[in-house]
């Protein structure tokens, strides 16, 4: 069986000489009361005859509704964790405070028979790279060490 496929765009910028990503704090009530290690690059799963990098910008869309502000993007590689995460980087800026995000259903709270909505992200915010690598999800954090590489070739 075929690992499940997921993409992403990892948005960056450069401000007062740093560099700066855009993550995404995961939704729901798992994710709610935690901070380090609880943000992700903006992604989602997508069929394996899908263009990879269409569906990056898709769910870029979906889950901080609006597209990516990049019109280039570069690829940073696949990283094989519980799927396999393709992540592209691009250049760009947007209001992480006015994001929104598409929602998923779940059982909440656990064996209550009540389906509730929650956002795939609950909020976004700009981070320098040493930050990131606090906030980021620890199977992700190959990316920005792709992106520092990429930023200073």
């Known amino acids: ?73 570069h690829s940073l590689g696949e990283v094989k964790g519980r799927k396999l995460l393709a992540v592209w980087a691009g250049e760009g800026d947007l209001d992480a405070a006015a ?3 598409n929602t998923f259903e779940l059982e909440w709270p656990p064996r209550s028979g009540r389906l509730q909505q929650f956002p795939e992200i609950d909020r976004a915010a700009w981070f320098d790279l040493d930050t990131a690598r606090t906030k980021l999800v620890k199977a992700q954090l190959p990316f920005l060490d792709r992106l520092a590489a990429h930023l200073a070739s």
Do not use: Q
């Not at 729901?28 to 989602?44: E, H, L």
């Open 1 to 73: 069986m075929p690992p499940v496929r997921s993409s992403g765009v990892l948005l960056y910028r450069r401000t007062g000489g740093r560099v700066e990503v855009l993550l995404g704090h995961m939704g729901g009530p798992f994710w709610a009361k935690k901070d380090d290690g609880a943000w992700s690059i903006p992604k989602g799963e997508h069929d394996p005859d899908e263009d990879a990098e269409a569906a990056a910008r898709r769910e870029f869309a979906e889950e901080l509704g609006c597209p990516v502000p990049a019109a280039e993007l």
């Open 99 to 101: 994001i929104t995000s």
